[in-house]
Nanobody, 118 residues
Framework: QVQLVESGGGLVQPGGSLRLSCKAS????????MGWYRQALGKQRELVATITPSGDLNYRDFVKGRFTISRDDAKNTVYLQMGSLKPEDTAVYYCNARFLFGSSTNYWGQGTQVTVSS
């Protein structure tokens, strides 16, 4: 079982920056692939970025060069540094965790709202 708690969302102007954090309650963080997804109003949830325990990164094209995912295994925490934010980045952002091997269960946080507006 993995519990995830996100923080860091809020209202930001276009072009601004925001950092999201997600802390995982688990003793197995070092073997967990962490990711960020988002869901805009009326749309399906979509992948934003993932990071493996070995540090391999994956970004969707629409955030490449603007967002950076990172993890701190000592703190059981994954981050999403978001820059050059656009109104279309407005969504609820969800933290995701899945084990690198073994269980195929996806764990989700409660979500944090990011609103990009002037």
């Amino acid at each position: 079982q993995v519990q995830l708690v996100e923080s860091g969302g809020g209202l930001v102007q276009p072009g601004g920056s925001l950092r999201l954090s997600c802390k995982a309650s688990t003793s197995s963080f070092s073997i967990i692939v962490m990711g960020w997804y988002r869901q805009a109003l009326g749309k399906q949830r979509e992948l934003v970025a993932t990071i493996t325990p070995s540090g391999d990164l994956n970004y969707r094209d629409f955030v490449k060069g603007r967002f950076t995912i990172s993890r701190d295994d000592a703190k059981n925490t994954v981050y999403l540094q978001m820059g050059s934010l656009k109104p279309e980045d407005t969504a609820v952002y969800y933290c995701n965790a899945r084990f690198l091997f073994g269980s195929s269960t996806n764990y989700w946080g409660q979500g944090t709202q990011v609103t990009v507006s002037s």
